[in-house]
Each structure stands twice: as structure tokens, then as C-alpha cells.
């Protein structure tokens, strides 16, 4: 028998299977809205700050009225955690709301719909144990703001079956200019001549707070990295290449097409960054 999971709706929290929303929320009808996942490890909900800040950011571009109160979400995070379990990721969505019918355009007093909920879980670690993976590069086809973390994600979904119908885990995605920008669910890195470089921001990449963490430890730790273009050259002729994301923590990538990578071995770049990684996390979590 299944335990239900706990799920936090509209100010209420209640067992998954009473978790319903109206045919005509925007969200379900329009897909609009945001969203943000949020790692916890050992009963703590990490890098809270940062990701409601993104989240603010996002729903004041979509203009929904809602303000997010940090001391109430870490409140409704440590009532998911409690009840669903100590490693499992917090998922939170906000959406425009709903109105009596379908109608593209929407009024000034729409209440939003808030939605948080706990995922699988997922071990502190992990990816330190994985093998590296396989991606691809496709086309990006996706909208120009892919800075904003929307639930329209159908562009990443066709793209990431694509990928994995031919037993990619990930697809690297390009842009007409010829720059690779980012994963469908993730940021990715490469090594060159121990040179750590990602894409710069921009309205075609997700500023992902794994990302911004890994930056922040490169620097603290004296390992160079910088933020430049990529292209297909430079990402099949790196010494390594990595993903980053609040789920995935840091995997390596071993093959990216049909190009091997670093004899399709994780490399010393990886093992270091990746070790400081989850050894800020172990920080946090014990405050040592």
C-alpha cells in the first residue's frame, strides 16, 4: 500500500488525491504559469532563498499578483518535509488562476493558483556514483524567453524524447547562431586545458541556482572559469563536460553525439567541483 503524499493548495494542505483544480485554470488551459524546484537533504530545504527570489522574479514578468513571504514558504516546506520525507525535492507552481470560462485574456482581481508538493527522493551524492551519460545536440526551437521558468515546457519535452529515443539522457540545445545555450532540464559546462567555461546568461538560458552555486564555489576555490559562447566544436573538443541542475546535482557527460568524451571517463575538473558541491551542502546542512 502506497503512502499519500501531503500537498499544499491554496493555503490548505491536504492528501494528494483531494488535490484538484478547476478545468478553467489558466495554468492547465494556457500553461501559464511558473514553477521551482527545490532541493532537500537530511530534512533541510536548501538554497530557499535563491530560488524564491527567481520565483519572485518570474511572476512579476508574467505580472500575476502574488508576493512571495519567505518565512511562510519555509513553513509550508518544513510541513512537506515532515510528512513526505527528509531527501525529497520540493516542487512549487503558481499560476495565473482561473475565471468562470476559457478566455485568452484574463482580468485585474484573477486570484493566482499555488501549488507545492514534494517529489521523489533523491541521495546527497548520487551523481558522485554515476557514470557519465550521453547527449545530444538538436535545433533549439523553443520560445526566446527560456530566462523564465515557465510551466510551457512542450519544447523541452519533444526535444528530450527525441533525445531519448536514441538513448540520450540529456539534449544540448543550439540556437540559430550556432550556440549551444543549455539542457532541456539542465545547465551544462565544459573543460578545456582546465579552463571551466558555460554559456553567459541571457533571455535563451535558464539562470539555474546549481549553476550560480557552481560559479560561486569556482571562484571561492581558484579554479578559472569563465562565461563564454559555446559552439559544437568547442563542445565535442573539450577535455570535459558536465550537466548541473537542482536534481541531477553534477553529472558527467561521457559522450556528446557520436564524439567520446575524456575516454568516456568523469574528469579531475568534474571530481573536484563536484566534491565541493556536495561538500557546501554537507556545510549547510551540519553548519560546519
Known amino acids: 500500500m502506497t503512502t499519500e503524499r501531503l500537498v499544499y493548495l491554496n493555503d490548505n494542505y491536504i492528501q494528494e488525491h483531494q488535490a484538484t483544480i478547476s478545468v478553467y485554470d489558466r495554468g492547465f488551459l494556457f500553461a501559464d504559469g511558473v514553477y521551482e524546484v527545490i532541493p532537500v537533504y537530511e530534512g533541510q530545504v536548501l538554497f530557499l532563498h535563491e530560488h524564491l527570489q527567481r520565483l519572485q522574479q518570474n511572476i512579476d514578468y508574467l505580472k500575476i499578483k502574488y508576493s512571495i513571504n519567505t518565512s511562510s514558504w519555509q513553513t509550508i516546506c518544513n510541513k512537506l518535509i515532515s510528512s513526505n520525507g527528509p531527501d525529497c525535492p520540493i516542487y512549487i507552481q503558481i499560476t495565473r488562476g482561473c475565471e468562470s470560462t ?45 530566462n523564465i521558468k515557465s510551466i510551457a515546457l512542450l519544447g523541452n519535452i519533444l526535444l528530450r524524447q527525441e533525445g531519448k529515443s536514441v538513448g540520450a539522457e540529456e539534449v544540448l540545445l543550439v540556437r540559430e547562431n550556432g550556440c549551444i545555450v543549455e539542457g532541456t532540464t539542465s545547465n551544462y559546462f565544459i573543460v578545456k586545458d582546465n579552463v571551466i567555461k558555460t554559456p553567459p546568461l541571457s533571455n535563451e538560458i535558464l539562470p539555474g541556482i546549481t549553476r550560480q552555486i557552481i560559479i560561486a564555489l569556482c571562484k571561492k576555490n581558484n579554479l578559472r572559469l569563465i562565461e563564454t559562447n559555446i559552439d559544437n566544436e568547442q563542445l565535442i573538443n573539450s577535455d570535459e563536460v558536465w550537466l548541473s541542475s537542482s536534481t541531477k546535482e553534477i553529472r558527467s557527460v561521457g559522450i556528446v553525439n557520436d564524439t567520446i568524451i575524456n575516454n568516456g571517463k568523469a574528469g579531475p575538473v568534474w571530481q573536484k567541483v563536484a566534491n565541493l558541491y556536495i561538500d557546501n551542502i554537507k556545510q549547510l546542512i551540519h553548519g560546519k
Open 102 to 146: 476559457r478566455n485568452h485574456d484574463y482580468g485585474p482581481n484573477i486570484k493566482p493558483t499555488v501549488v507545492a508538493y514534494s517529489l521523489p527522493p533523491i541521495k546527497l551524492g548520487g551523481s558522485l556514483n554515476n557514470s557519465p551519460i550521453k547527449v545530444i545536440t538538436l535545433q533549439d526551437n523553443r520560445w526566446n524567453h527560456c
